[in-house]
């Protein structure tokens, strides 16, 4: 099972999370690759971009077959999201409206007006989701809370998994030695998806704190009209 060549013995990490991926695929085969992603979905820290590569450069190497790099890594990712979707569930609407009402800087209507693009749009958001570095984990959550029927959210989600792993994994598998380049340029699109989603929020923020700002303004404003006309 393990990887003999001197080639794949030097290709073949042995420390991190790359190392701690090999040394599944290597001592469990598709199951370990599945472990790893399943995992990975628990826990977005873990990248993708190293783990199904890597398990495409084992397939390249004969440790496993591709057809079970890409079945044990699909199952893997669908296991992963059905775990957050049941979290989600879990959790509620009534739960989430609570959680959401003591947050600062963010109101009701604006969960609301989410929860209505949801309904709308949920299907094309878990398809896509899936295939978008850090979404592709937390899109499960509200499929979860929105109690998604399970049948079509799983579904979905083995499309979505199937086409973001296959382009990964047939990528390690292509480039053997070098797939650690995927990591590079996968990396680099994960950067620009957290920028704009931070981005987002933070201008989320300062529209909420300015309009705070006008709104005590405008409150002090109608105060002092009051004073001046009481006083008249």
Known sequence: MYLVTSAAAAAEPTTGVAGWAAHLVDVFGGPGAGLAIALENLFPPLPSEVILPL?????GQGVISLF????????????GAAALYGIGRAVGRERMYALWGRLPLVKVS?????????QRHGTKAVLIGRM???????????????RMRLPVFLSLTAVGSLAWNSVLVLAGYWLGERWDLVETYVGVISKVVLAAAVTAVAAYVVVRLRGRGQGRGRHR????RTGIEQAR
């Open 55 to 59: 398990t495409g450069f084992a397939a």
């Open 68 to 79: 079970s790099a890409l079945l044990w890594t699909t199952l893997g990712s669908v296991v």
């Open 110 to 118: 604006d969960l609301e007006k989410t929860e209505a693009w949801f």
């Open 132 to 146: 978008v570095p850090i979404f592709r984990s937390l899109i499960s959550v509200p499929a979860g809370v929105e």
């Open 221 to 224: 404003d109608r105060e002092r």
